[in-house]
T-cell receptor
């Protein structure tokens, strides 16, 4: 049981480049989330998906887009990367019955 | 609105010392409360949780009690080990919301010395 997986683990981009962060879960959860973690800021919600085919903005969505490809996969796209998007990105999925979120290992992104 | 305020670190302790990390919250509904732990270079792992007032969550020697009257969920451990060195996050979720998002504190870095 892999839980939540994320790729890549590390990435370095130049300003203006684009990339997609991949996330998949094998726990049959409906809800999935993208967070970013910055020093001294805790985790902040970027986007979430309550179910397959639906996505909504969180508290810091600017500069990002998401796709809920199917129940398992939820990707995060940076169309034109900026240095302010240097961060660690975590994907999570939620077990509604226990109201518990499970996190992936994270992607450490640096934008130069 | 919903928010979590947690004790700022870093916290540095000697092995076998007593640990308390304070966490207070503001919530509009009836939240579930969580402590997550992040070991160096890893993602967040659920450490413990409580879903209603007076519940005590516990795991790996850590405990936290859901105190509605003081809106607190302080993390405690009687005797820390070097392996407990990590960042600890307090969080709440609004169970009444279909969104189910988590609201996190800023995290507390704990370092335990032998």
């Amino acid at each position: 049981n892999a839980g939540v997986t994320q790729t890549p683990k590390f990435q370095v981009l130049k300003t203006g480049q684009s990339m997609t962060l991949q996330c998949a879960q094998d726990m049959n959860h409906n809800s999935m989330y993208w967070y970013r973690q910055d020093p001294g800021m805790g985790l902040r919600l970027i986007y979430y998906s309550a179910s397959e085919g639906t996505t909504d903005k969180g508290e810091v969505p600017n500069g990002y887009n998401v796709s809920r490809l199917n129940k398992r996969e939820f990707s995060l796209r940076l169309e034109s990367a900026a240095p302010s998007q240097t961060s660690v990105y975590f994907c999570a999925s939620r077990d509604r019955g226990s109201d518990t979120q499970y996190f992936g290992p994270g992607t450490r992104l640096t934008v130069l | 609105g919903n928010s979590v305020t947690q004790m700022e670190g870093p916290v540095t302790l000697s092995e076998e010392a007593f640990l308390t990390i304070n966490c207070t919250y503001t919530a509009t509904g009836y939240p579930s409360l969580f402590w997550y732990v992040q070991y160096p270079g890893e993602g967040l792992q659920l450490l413990l949780k409580a879903t209603k007032a007076d519940d005590k969550g516990s795991n790996k020697g850590f405990e936290a009690t859901y105190r509605k009257e003081t809106t607190s969920f302080h993390l405690e451990k009687g005797s820390v080990q070097v392996s407990d060195s990590a960042v600890y996050f307090c969080a709440l979720s609004d169970r009444g919301s279909t969104l189910g998002r988590l609201y996190f504190g800023r995290g507390t870095q704990l370092t335990v010395w032998p």
